[in-house]
């Protein structure tokens, strides 16, 4: 009974308030839109598509209510579903008349409604049946998220028909501070940083295992064990932020947190700097690098990002496909390739397939009740930071380049098998149950994206 009059109510407030705000002469936003001077014609097609089916629930502040939304449940639900719509992908002026730009996370949760036809809601396409997407406005759209994704400088490296792939190739080859990175390779190894003179970075971030330490958590010093897995160092610097919960904002003010951290290095930064300037390779090293600065803890982090930046991992064999070397995969790879752009790539998306948002660990299902055990701080990801009940189990989405290396997987580093993370992935994140055959096709591509790395 419940359940029939929340369905009522719903269909009234995402389904109505359409067709009565256009009776009632509110409307007036879903006129033709100019053509931009400069954009292509598909753009103008589907700006148009996105402004008559689209822009209603994803555009705060430009919506129409209807006169019944003051009635309090409707208003609430009405609210509540711009709100997420919009939190997702907002569509505003300023993407039509392309002042800015789409974003590859917005072409590729696109992307992903499209695949799997969930835009508009069923919901109010029951109302709305006319604003059902045509398969040609899906083409349309489809052909210009490719011509969107072929103007970014990542695909400049991609085969001519691969430049719309939702994945880019890794750069083959990229200039660093040689100096720098010398410096910040060698203070990435150095115990003098931890406060017992026993961990460095290196300790829990192996470059010879995937830049992990391939242990559920990571220990701290006097064996301390952590709380979460250690995620790689590896192309880290395509992150756009620091931690599964996105704390540090890049890779300097990062490189600061584990030093001071009692359950990680358990040192004082003003011991560790002074500890350094005892060392005489590293006196001539800062003086060299910042003559200016010399050696503080801005330098010390500095260098060590420096370093980081220089850990990509290019010319995986999926890179060599992507470049154009169509036999370099086998068949199923290609399948698994297939499965992951319609099921994964709406999250795990760009050169390094992740690293570019925040997402809900447990979209269709409770991913901590299928784990079981108890729930801990860790496990409340983003919320953690931005303490709004909104990003609770929100993870920054780990980078999949040399996934095969980088186990166990999770944040709670509670899975220790690859398959086994591509179907709690599909279960949870997409509602789907991959066969073995889907999951092994998968988990053949992941192992694609094994990339080299220069081992120092
Ligand atoms: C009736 C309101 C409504 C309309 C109309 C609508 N959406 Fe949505 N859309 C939503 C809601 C609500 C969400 C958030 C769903 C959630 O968070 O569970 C959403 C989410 C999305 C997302 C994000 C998917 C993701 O990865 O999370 C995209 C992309 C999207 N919509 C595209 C579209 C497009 C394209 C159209 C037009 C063809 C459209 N929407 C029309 C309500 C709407
Ligand atoms: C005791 C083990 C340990 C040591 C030592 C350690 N780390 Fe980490 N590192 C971790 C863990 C665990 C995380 C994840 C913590 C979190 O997200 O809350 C992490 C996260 C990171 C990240 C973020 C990656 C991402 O995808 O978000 C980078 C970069 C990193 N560490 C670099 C370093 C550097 C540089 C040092 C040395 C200054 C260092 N780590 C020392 C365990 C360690
Ligand atoms: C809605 C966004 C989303 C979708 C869709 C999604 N993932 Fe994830 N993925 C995440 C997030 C967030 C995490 C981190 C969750 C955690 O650690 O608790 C993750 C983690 C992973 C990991 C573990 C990585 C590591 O280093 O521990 C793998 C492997 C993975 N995903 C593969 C997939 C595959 C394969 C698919 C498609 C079947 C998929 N994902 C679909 C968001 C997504």
Redesign the pocket.
């Known amino acids: 009974m419940k359940k029939i009059h929340l369905l009522l109510l719903l269909s009234v407030s995402?389904g109505l308030f359409?067709p009565l705000s256009n009776m009632l002469g509110l409307s007036g936003e879903n006129e033709p839109i100019p053509v931009v001077a400069g954009s292509s014609q598909r753009f103008a097609t589907v700006t148009q598509?996105?402004q008559n089916?689209?822009v209603?629930?994803?555009s705060p502040g430009m919506t129409r209510m209807p006169i019944y939304a003051d009635l309090p449940i409707a208003k609430q639900l009405m609210a509540k579903?711009?709100e997420?719509?919009s939190?997702?992908?907002t569509?505003s002026k300023q993407l039509y008349s392309g002042a800015a730009s789409f974003t590859p996370l917005?072409l590729?949760?696109?992307e992903?409604?499209?695949q799997n036809n969930?835009?508009?809601?069923a919901?109010?396409l029951l109302m709305?049946w006319t604003?059902d997407?045509t398969a040609d406005?899906k083409q349309s759209?489809l052909g210009w998220i490719a011509e969107e994704r072929g103007k970014s400088p990542a695909s400049q490296d991609s085969a001519k028909a691969l430049k719309g792939e939702p994945v880019q190739p890794l750069p083959l080859k990229q200039d660093f501070d040689a100096k720098k990175v010398a410096l910040g390779h060698a203070l990435f190894n150095d115990t003098l940083l931890s406060g017992d003179n026993t961990l460095s970075c290196a300790s829990c971030h192996n470059l010879a295992k995937g830049g992990t330490d391939q242990a559920k958590v990571a220990t701290g010093i006097r064996g301390q064990q952590g709380p979460i897995n250690s995620p790689t160092v590896y192309n880290a610097s395509y992150n756009f932020v620091q931690f599964w919960d996105g704390r540090a904002k890049d890779l300097q003010e990062q490189a600061a947190g584990p030093v001071a951290n009692p359950g990680e290095m358990g040192a004082q930064w003003d011991e560790v700097v002074e500890k350094l300037k005892q060392v005489e390779s590293y006196k001539t090293a800062f003086a060299e690098v910042y003559a200016d600065q010399g050696l503080t803890k801005t330098t010390v982090t500095d260098a060590i990002a420096g370093f980081e930046q220089s850990l990509v991992t290019p010319n995986s064999r999926f890179d060599q496909y992507l470049r154009g070397n169509n036999d370099i995969l086998t068949a199923n790879e290609k399948a698994g390739y297939d499965l992951f752009k319609v099921n994964c790539a709406?999250?795990h998306v760009g050169p390094t397939l992740g690293g570019l948002s925040f997402e809900k660990m447990g979209?269709k299902q409770d991913y901590f009740k299928l784990r079981g055990g108890p729930l801990t701080e860790v496990d409340n990801g983003r919320f953690n930071v931005s303490h709004q009940e909104k990003d609770r189990h929100f993870f920054k989405v780990p980078v999949l380049r040399n996934i095969e290396l980088t186990y166990p997987y999770f944040h709670d580093g509670s899975v220790a098998d690859l398959a086994t993370a591509v179907q709690i992935m599909g279960k949870v994140q997409q509602g789907k149950n991959f066969t073995s055959d889907e999951t092994n096709k998968i988990v053949d591509f992941l192992k694609t994206l094994t990339g080299e790395t220069q081992l120092r």
């Open positions: 995402v359409l598509i996105f089916k689209c209603d629930c994803h579903d711009i997420k719509a939190a997702r992908l569509l917005m590729a949760r696109l992903g409604v499209l969930s835009m508009p809601p919901l109010y709305h604003d997407l406005e759209i709406s999250c979209v």
